[in-house]
């Protein structure tokens, strides 16, 4: 892999005094055209770190708006591609910035026409689709603000945040989604119009504006500054009643710029294959909205695929060949567990099983050279990983449209193993942490400067900061203006002295790589008074490939158990290679075969922990948890109160 940018070393502290840098931050300059990694200044508090931050890599945006970026393309390079469009019969057709530019005014004209003005609310409630985003920057090219709703939220939800943020307008991908809302519009006296993609609105919303002059739409977006609100998102509600999340164009400006250029080799660097980027993680939520704005900045080629089922996903894989995906590590472990069925019901168990022990030494040897801990990787182990790309690590490649470079991954913690093993596949990872509240991501990790099982350094322009209970604190120009709050006149401050309470726990080293250690709301404490913070215990087992799901509980209790769910490819290929019928994975609930490899995997997740913090009990379920059923959010985390309540007497029974 060809080195992007180089870093530039810091010496390392001596005779550091309380609550004085640890690490002088580097400026960054310009090296041969390329930008420098500039390193954390870290500051400490009873000689623990307490605080990392990153100054920005991008100067600010004072003026003008994101409705901006498709025209300012389409001046800059009219031909060059940027985005791809699925078409009825699977191809892809070549969006070009002009074309883009084009489309967005003609939808922009067409809202103009229907009578919104400046600031009024549209609701977008579709999949991952290219109608999103150019309704995205045609409602911002019109002064609009937009307001994503999942496609799967129920009624009740729907109907809320239609209510809340006062949405004039409603655009659903499908009939039924329209239909579903039908009975509650006269409780939305607000909502105007309902709008379906499948059934060509979008287009003729276009046709509504052609007999407006362009420059109506000029003078709506030349009203627009970096502190105008752009998009009012709603947390997913895994603790109640979601919140809008109020973010500017700046907000977005200032995470998107910053991660540009930090993430060098995705946007910028240079080589024979164009950069692309297949989006199939929900527009709905603000990664894939960061990241499909960042694509357009940097003229990167986006696609969007609308559906997380191999069956459709990979087909759009094999034919889009994104260099970059955007994931979350239960997609990654799928992923790696996939393949390795795939090798064990070929008679390959023990080549897939050597392959992934070099690939994870592979990288984490390449980490010890680029943290400068080691030589890099050995003779030895180049000459393996060598032998078994072809056998292993390029299939694997392969299944992702084999173009695949990068991942960046995002949502919860990906684990050393793992990402050690992409590395050393070929797949270079960057994980990040953030929320809806900081646009996206905080930190991530740096190239050529990886400390695998952290979610990296803070992003360029962010700070970080560790409160005395373990909360992480984040400030930055990418931190949002407030919650939408109608009832308060609009937005009301969100932050404390410019820093936000993200609810996560966490500890950053002494080079500022931050590493979650769990949610302040979900920590579990026992009859004996033991803090326990349940994520890794959970991410552990949820990596197993018999295991779909995983949930701690003990609160309150004498000690820590666990509900485990069944993953049904995993049980299916593990009931053929023992020989053994399929069968419905609620059916052996109770095998002892079963229960003996569930309470093996529990035994290798316990030496993570101490003995107070362990696992004593575990509890198959006869279900998943899935968003249908209530159990996990559209992001995959769970809902750990709709668990408790439909699962209680599965947890009485583990400490009967």
């Not at 985003?133 to 239609?162: C, K, M």
């Not at 400030?475 to 407030?482: K, N």
């Not at 019928?581 to 609620?586: A, I, N, Q, R, T």
Request: one cysteine or more; charged letters at 20%.
């Amino acid at each position: 892999m060809s080195t992007p940018y180089p870093t530039v070393p810091v010496p390392p502290d001596s005779h550091v005094s309380s609550g004085a840098p640890v690490h002088a931050p580097v400026h960054a300059t310009d090296y041969d055209g390329l930008p420098v990694l500039v390193e954390p200044e870290t500051r400490r508090l009873d000689g623990v770190v307490r605080e990392a931050s990153v100054p920005p890599f991008a100067p600010p945006v004072t003026h003008g708006s994101l409705a901006d970026l498709p025209f300012d393309n389409a001046e800059k390079d009219p031909e060059a591609v940027v985005l791809s469009r699925r078409t009825s019969d699977g191809d892809w057709q070549d969006v070009t910035a002009l074309d883009f530019a084009e489309q967005v005014l003609a939808v922009a004209k067409g809202l103009i026409a229907e009578g919104f003005t400046p600031g009024d609310r549209i609701a977008v409630m579709a999949r991952t689709t290219y109608e999103w985003t150019l309704l995205d920057f045609a409602a911002w090219a019109a002064g609009l603000v937009t307001v994503p709703i999942y496609p799967t939220s129920s009624v009740f939800q729907t109907r809320w945040i239609l209510h809340d943020s006062g949405a004039l307008a409603l655009v659903t991908e499908t009939a039924g989604q329209a239909a579903a809302i039908g009975p509650e519009l006269e409780h939305l006296p607000d909502l105007r119009h309902v709008w379906v993609m499948d059934k060509g609105h979008v287009d003729r919303l276009a046709e509504a504006g052609a007999q407006l002059p362009d420059a109506e739409a000029d003078i709506r977006r030349g009203m627009l500054v970096p502190d105008t609100l752009a998009t009012i998102i709603y947390t997913s509600g895994t603790t109640g009643r979601p919140k809008g999340c109020a973010l500017s164009h700046g907000n977005f400006f200032a995470e998107v710029d910053n991660a540009i250029e930090l993430l060098h080799p995705v946007f910028k660097a240079k080589s024979d294959e164009k950069a692309s980027v297949l989006l199939f993680l929900p527009m709905s939520h603000v990664f894939g909205r960061m990241v499909a704005i960042a694509c357009v900045r940097a003229r990167v080629r986006l696609g969007h695929s609308p559906s997380l089922k191999a069956d459709d996903l990979l087909p759009d894989l094999a034919a889009f060949r994104p260099t970059c995906l955007l994931t979350i590590p239960y997609m990654l472990e799928k992923v790696f567990n996939s393949a390795r069925a795939k090798a064990e019901a070929g008679g390959r168990l023990s080549t897939f099983d050597r392959a992934a022990s070099v690939a994870q030494r592979y990288g984490e040897a390449l980490e010890a050279r680029q943290t400068g801990t080691g030589s890099g990787p050995s003779r030895s182990l180049k000459t393996a990983r060598t032998f078994y790309d072809p056998l292993v690590y390029r299939r694997i490649r392969n299944a992702m449209g084999g173009r695949v470079r990068y991942a960046i991954c995002g949502g919860s913690p990906l684990g050393r193993r793992l990402a050690a093993f992409y590395a050393g596949a070929g797949i270079e990872i960057f994980e990040g942490y953030g929320l809806t509240e900081t646009t996206a991501a905080s930190t991530v990790t740096p190239p050529l400067k990886p400390r695998l099982g952290t979610v990296g350094w803070p992003m360029p322009g962010t700070r970080v900061r560790i409160a005395a209970d373990g909360e992480i604190l984040i400030a930055g120009d990418h931190v949002l203006r407030g919650y939408w709050d109608p009832q308060a006149g609009g937005v009301v401050p969100a932050t404390q002295d410019g820093w936000l309470a993200t609810g996560d726990l966490g500890e950053l080293d002494d080079e500022g790589y931050l590493t979650i250690t769990g949610r302040k709301k979900e920590l579990l404490i026992t009859a004996g008074g033991k803090s326990v913070a349940p994520a890794p215990l959970e991410n552990w087992l949820r990596s197993h490939p018999l295991i779909s799901q995983a949930m701690l509980v003990g609160d309150g209790r004498p000690y820590i158990s666990a509900l485990i769910t069944l993953d049904p490819d995993g049980i299916t290929h593990w009931r053929l290679m023992n020989g053994k019928h399929p069968v419905p994975p609620e059916l052996l609930i109770g095998d002892e075969e079963l229960t003996a490899v569930l309470q093996r995997a529990v035994d290798e997740a316990n030496k993570l922990v101490s003995r107070p913090e362990s696992i004593r009990r575990f509890a198959v379920l006869p279900v998943d948890f899935t968003e249908e059923t209530g159990h996990l959010t559209p992001s995959m985390k769970l809902r750990r109160e709709a668990i408790m309540r439909d699962f209680a007497a599965q947890v009485e029974e583990l400490y009967g």
